[in-house]
């Protein structure tokens, strides 16, 4: 029996959707990445990843959990 890696993801399980930024307040993606993410490679996963940061940032006091969503990033990136 063969095991396939697990995914990484920036989800937090908050799955709260900004109106303004139209971006989870948890992990920074669009609806469309979120439902797309399992059929993205790692490259195309790597570089929603990357612009995650700044998309938390721009949602300031909106975001749910900035330290943790930047931390849960930089693991996906494996930084």
């Keep these: 029996m063969s095991y396939s890696k ?4 920036p ?3 908050v799955c709260a959707v900004d109106g303004c930024a139209n971006v989870c307040r948890g992990c920074g993606r669009t ?5 797309g993410w ?3 490679n790692d490259d195309e996963r790597d570089a929603v990843l990357r612009e995650l ?4 940032d721009a949602l300031g006091d909106r975001a749910s959990a900035r ?3 930047l931390a ?3 693991e996906a990136l494996g930084e």
């Design 31 to 35: 609806l469309k990445e979120i439902a």
């Design 72 to 74: 849960k990033i930089r």
């Design 6 to 9: 697990p995914i990484k993801s």
């Design 53 to 56: 940061p700044a998309r938390i």
């Design 38 to 40: 399992g059929g993205l």
């Design 11 to 13: 989800c937090l399980r």
């Design 67 to 69: 330290e943790e969503a």
